[in-house]
């Protein structure tokens, strides 16, 4: 593997944390806020925050088929080379 594609693989993954992070956070804020405008306390709130949960652990197994993607592809490319 060169240098530069292992790079773009580690930037790749690496931004799985902040993708999380937001997934989580604007699902909450969007409970939050639909909360106050419909006066549902707590209910958006937390139906939105599972969407956000949902959203982020979408992402992880998207990275985790990607990462077992690329790793079944150096193995081919060993096998050839």
């Known amino acids: 593997m060169s240098r530069s594609q292992f790079l773009r693989d580690l930037l790749k993954f690496s931004t799985l944390g902040l993708e999380m992070g937001a997934a989580v956070v604007i699902g909450l804020l ?3 806020y639909l909360d106050r405008q419909f006066g549902t306390r707590p209910w958006l709130t937390m139906v939105f925050l599972g969407f956000g949960f949902a959203a982020a652990a979408r992402a992880v ?5 990607a990462g077992l993607l690329m790793e079944e592809e150096e193995k081919d490319e060993e096998e050839k080379g």
Not at 61 to 65: D, G, N, Q
């Open 30 to 32: 969007m409970g939050v």
């Open 61 to 65: 197994i998207r990275a985790v088929k």
